[in-house]
T-cell receptor, first 107, second 113 residues
Framework: KNEVEQSPQNLTAQEGEFITINCSYS?????LHWLQQHPGGGIVSLFM???GKKKHGRLIATINIQEKHSSLHITASHPRDSAVYIC?????????FGAGTRLTVKP | KAGVTQTPRYLIKTRGQQVTLSCSPI?????VSWYQQTPGQGLQFLFE???????NKGNFPGRFSGRQFSNSRSEMNVSTLELGDSALYLC????????????FGPGTRLTVT
């Protein structure tokens, strides 16, 4: 079993829909990152969380340390949100990655 | 502020050769981490350097090595290339350790034939 599990693996949505991507992990962590990777490979760090909730524009990330679970929400989704979203956990100078969720938002 | 730069962007090598990839972090960042991304294994952590010292190393064979210079620029080297080393190699810089927010470079796509 992977230490970092993401669901769903693939997600197709219509423009304007509310989207949730989930990340569960089995190891102790000091921080969790949400990353966005567009076709071509470029990765952008969206959030770094160690507790609670963060919001940036239409993106919201939450983490529940006790349940070892994090969610990334996208409100009013747009085709430009189409990308792979990757959850990564950090502990003891090591990062472990989820397999990613491929999101496609159709106009 | 300039972002993280990686050179070269694309590289084709032959099995058995060695390769050196370069990463220049954001000015003022002292931490550089390296990652390998393949379709089969996804993203995997290679190693992290902070102030010229390797802080941690992922589960990769000794053919993979790296170093960091006093100006925080980092290089990674892969010796005796294998077909399975074909991947996108990404570096990321951070103001602290990789537990802090990371800024990724565009990656170097290495193809081993």
């Amino acid at each position: 079993k992977n230490e970092v599990e993401q669901s769903p693996q693939n997600l197709t949505a219509q423009e304007g829909e509310f989207i949730t991507i989930n990340c569960s992990y089995s190891v102790g962590i000091s921080a969790l990152h949400w990353l966005q990777q567009h076709p071509g490979g470029g990765i952008v760090s969206l959030f770094m969380l160690s507790s609670g909730k963060k919001k940036h524009g239409r993106l919201i990330a939450t983490i529940n340390i006790q349940e070892k679970h994090s969610s990334l929400h996208i409100t009013a989704s747009h085709p430009r949100d189409s990308a792979v979203y990757i959850c990564a956990v950090y502990n003891n100078n090591d990062m472990r990655f989820g397999a990613g969720t491929r999101l496609t938002v159709k106009p | 502020k300039a972002g993280v730069t990686q050179t070269p962007r694309y590289l084709i090598k032959t099995r058995g050769q060695q390769v050196t990839l370069s990463c220049s972090p954001i000015s003022g960042h002292r931490s550089v981490s390296w990652y390998q991304q393949t379709p089969g294994q996804g993203l995997q952590f290679l190693f992290e350097y902070f102030s010229e010292t390797q802080r941690n190393k992922g589960n990769f064979p000794g053919r993979f090595s790296g170093r960091q210079f006093s100006n925080s620029r980092s290089e990674m080297n892969v010796s005796t290339l294998e077909l399975g080393d074909s991947a996108l190699y990404l570096c990321a810089s951070s103001g602290g350790t990789s537990g802090y927010e990371q800024y990724f470079g565009p990656g170097t796509r290495l193809t081993v034939t």
